[in-house]
């Protein structure tokens, strides 16, 4: 699938609502920003999973107050089709199709694969000094970020948006993953679709990022961010179910609360129950770290039907999202705490 470059918007686009902005744009587009200094380039990627709309929002806001970036800035909108289609901003992808942040990583097949490719091909050839991949959570929750390394310039591109960093050997094929060999990488993920304070974040964040005369370490200085490494995924095995409801005769493989995502961020004790579990109980479940061991009965076990934690844990992504559950992942649990 084609990159589309437009370095010129016509100010009409600028005049209505967001969704009237990507029906402009129509596909995948990269839109360049001239700055003030012409000697140097930063680049941010939204809108990679349809759902998550918040950083197409905070570059459309910024592109209405006709604000001059520090540096050229380029732009990457990539899941233009999938947030369009109705009801609009509600498919992470489209039904069939696969999730593009996974198809960072050859080989690059299908459309997914040939518009994940053509953005790394954008990125080597440009050679920006720094990359911000903004997302929304898959639930409620506060903003963080995420990393495949922990320097002093991750932690400076990190504090533009938030105080927490997740840094991860996990490789799932997405975008930081590779981008990280050209050009230091950080996602950032700034709370849930739905909240808020998301879309501030996401503003002033980038309002930042665009602006700030430098964004990268600099000498001497102390970036009071918290570092958390490795978190594990805690997955369906294929064929499973899973429901969201508090009706107590719900026969799904596992069964969360309308609200499990109250439990992002927070310290889930040993005496909380996460979820009720159907006849297979653990069966249905796997939690394999980096090393690919799985890790599940070390960290939870059942009792009563419930699952329930060994030991206190620090949950993220927590998703109310039934799809993304079964597809993706149910949410993401530290296992070594703080790096």
Not at 294 to 299: A, C, F, P, S, T
Request: net charge negative; aromatic share 8%.
């Amino acid at each position: 699938m084609d990159l589309q470059i437009i370095e010129q918007i016509d100010s009409q686009a600028l005049q209505g609502s967001v969704e009237q902005f990507l029906e402009y744009l129509g596909h995948p587009t990269i839109i360049r920003l001239k700055g003030k200094n012409r000697r140097r380039r930063r680049m941010l990627c939204t809108l990679l999973h349809g759902n998550e709309p918040s950083g197409l929002q905070a570059i459309y806001h910024f592109l209405q107050q006709g604000l001059e970036p520090a540096v050229d800035i380029d732009i990457a909108i990539a899941s233009v089709q999938t947030a369009l289609t109705e009801p609009r901003f509600s498919y992470r992808m489209l039904p069939g199709k696969r999730d593009l942040n996974r198809c960072f990583q050859p080989p690059f097949n299908g459309d997914e694969g040939l518009l994940a490719n053509n953005i790394l091909e954008f990125i080597r050839e440009t050679r920006p000094e720094c990359l911000i991949d903004l997302h929304n959570t898959s639930g409620s929750g506060p903003a963080f970020a995420v990393a495949v390394l922990r320097d002093e310039n991750h932690l400076a591109l990190t504090s533009l948006w938030t105080n927490d960093l997740i840094v991860t050997d996990l490789r799932l094929g997405a975008l930081m993953e590779i981008s990280e060999q050209n050009v230091p990488t950080v996602t950032i993920e700034c709370g849930g679709a739905n909240d808020r304070p998301s879309l501030l974040i996401a503003k002033e964040g980038l309002q930042r990022y665009f602006q700030n005369e430098e964004v990268l370490a600099k000498p001497q200085e102390n970036y009071a961010v918290t570092c958390y490494r490795n978190p594990v995924r805690l997955e369906l095995k294929p064929g499973f179910q899973v429901a969201y409801t508090d009706d107590k005769y719900c026969d799904a493989d596992i069964t969360l609360s309308v609200d499990a995502d109250r439990l992002n961020y927070g310290s889930l004790p040993p005496d909380e129950p996460i979820a009720r579990l159907g006849p297979e109980g653990l069966r249905a479940l796997q939690a394999n770290n980096h090393l690919g061991e799985d890790v599940l009965e070390k960290h939870f076990c059942c009792r009563d039907q419930k699952l329930y934690a060994r030991h206190t844990l620090k949950l993220f992504m927590v998703t109310t999202n039934k799809n993304i559950a079964e597809k993706d992942c149910l949410l993401y649990f530290i296992e070594g705490g703080l790096e």
